[in-house]
């Protein structure tokens, strides 16, 4: 599949029906039951949300924080190119297993597919799951401080820097409701977490000028969310983007490039910022993990039914790096020990900043209690039509080679020659290992 990269901030940025032996009956109700146990989970955590309004704004009020690149319609390709077409069926009827018994409803196109049907699992029983787990599509804003009086300084969130400012969406709202349909100026974006994957990815909602709405369909693929749309109810698969079923099987959507950093590292950088507030219209306990001690386990959920690469941890975290065609995984464990990683990934100069105590969204009961899984960001290495080799010096402090500036963990120059100088991010994400080589079978693997 392809992956369209949006340039938000920087001058250069922004853009098999095959039949498989069925599961025992054992299985199915094993699943059944821990899909509604999932699912009550969340249901368990709701309860009064203690937001503060002084300080909200409407998703298209105005922000400070530092100036870079407006979103533009300018893109870039990067990653697979999108699967073919297969042969799917006329009716949801037809689909395997008890897909049927929750897909009546849709109007999908099921005679449109990139995917076999029976690698769909379903992840919330019931007669329509479609946003059981609920998208917000009227986020509100408010300042850093406003966010500091809830927020923990490691509190993780998925970062985005936009001309006349940045935004963070924090994992704590973002665990309970996986999609937020956004605007960033004139541009229309999902900011989607799929927490079975830790994949937090941010796209482009239009579809040939059309702004589409996304939601959580319940189903599942390879333990990845599976999206759907409210215009053509096709499904896409969150972590490539791509439509996967029905009208738009086989359309890339544009990703917007955005990094999973901690809630200090935000308002360091981004000290005008706009943080997602808890007035979401739900009453939930934002802070507490329905996930406890996920990403402690040795295996995936028995969502993920494959055998898992056992080359790393399963739900060991990597940098995923989307680029010209080719994608490549840096597992934590090993840049981790190195603090900064300069590589090539397609023919592009690329840098791996590592660093920081950024909390495990998946630990603990409590996010802000979890434990400290770090932060790790991608960039590309050319500022200025110059390449540069970075170092680190201190545990989120990088200086380049060629001018002896120093870079922060966030990618913006704060010492020497390039100061107030930015790095541009690069498409790539921190999902987990079993996640990243169940989707890019093929793909590099750093330091292997």
């Not at 999902?190 to 994957?197: G, Q, R, S």
Request: aromatic share 10%; charged share 20%.
């Amino acid at each position: 599949m392809s992956v369209v990269q949006m340039n938000v901030s920087h001058p250069t940025m922004w853009s098999r029906n095959r039949s498989r032996s069925r599961c025992g009956v054992c299985m199915m109700k094993f699943r059944r039951s821990f899909a509604l146990l999932a699912a009550l989970a969340l249901v368990a955590v709701a309860c009064t949300s203690g937001a503060s309004n002084d300080t909200t704004t409407s998703a298209t009020g105005s922000s400070g924080g530092p100036a870079t690149t407006p979103p533009t319609d300018t893109a870039a390709t990067s990653g697979i190119t999108p699967e073919p077409l297969l042969t799917g069926v006329s009716s949801s009827n037809e689909l395997p297993g008890d897909l049927p018994a929750v897909t009546g409803a849709w109007g999908t196109d099921w005679t449109r597919t990139t995917i076999l049907f029976d690698e769909l699992r379903i992840g919330i029983f019931s007669s329509d799951p479609r946003d059981v787990i609920a998208p917000i599509d009227n986020p509100q804003f408010e300042s850093v401080a406003a966010g500091a009086e809830w927020l923990d300084e490691r509190a993780p969130g998925v970062f985005v820097r936009y001309d006349g400012g940045a935004r963070f969406y924090p994992l704590a709202i973002l665990t309970q409701h996986e999609v937020v349909n956004d605007q960033i100026g004139d541009v229309p974006v999902a900011v989607t977490y799929c927490p079975l994957c830790n994949t937090g990815i941010v796209f482009d909602r239009r579809i040939d000028g059309t702004t589409h709405r996304f939601g959580v369909s319940g189903l599942l693929r390879k333990s990845d969310l599976v999206m759907w749309d409210d215009l053509t109810n096709s499904l896409w698969q969150q972590i490539t983007g791509e439509g996967i079923v029905g009208t738009h099987a086989g359309i890339q959507l544009t990703i917007v490039p955005a990094s999973i950093v901690s809630f200090s590292e935000f308002s360091e950088t981004a000290p005008e910022g706009q943080v997602m507030s808890r007035d979401t219209g739900f009453n939930r306990a934002y802070g507490l993990n329905p996930y406890e001690f996920y990403s402690s386990r040795g295996a995936p959920y028995a969502f993920f039914d494959e055998e898992v690469d056992d080359r790393f941890p399963a739900l060991e975290r990597v940098v995923g790096i989307s680029s010209g065609g080719v994608e490549k995984a840096y597992p934590f464990s090993v840049i981790s020990g190195l603090g900064v990683v300069n590589d090539v990934v397609a023919g592009s100069d690329v840098v791996v900043f590592w660093g920081g105590d950024t909390a495990d969204a998946l630990d603990s009961s409590l996010i802000d209690a979890s434990q400290a899984i770090g932060t790790a960001v991608a960039y590309s290495a050319i500022v200025g039509g110059q390449k540069l080799t970075f170092r680190q010096i201190s545990d989120s402090v990088f200086e380049d080679e060629q001018t002896g500036s120093r870079w922060t963990i966030l990618g913006v120059a704060t010492d020497g020659p390039l100061a107030g100088e930015l790095l541009e991010p690069i498409v790539h994400r921190n999902e987990f290992w079993f996640a990243w080589a169940a989707f890019f079978p093929d793909g590099e693997v750093y330091g292997t």
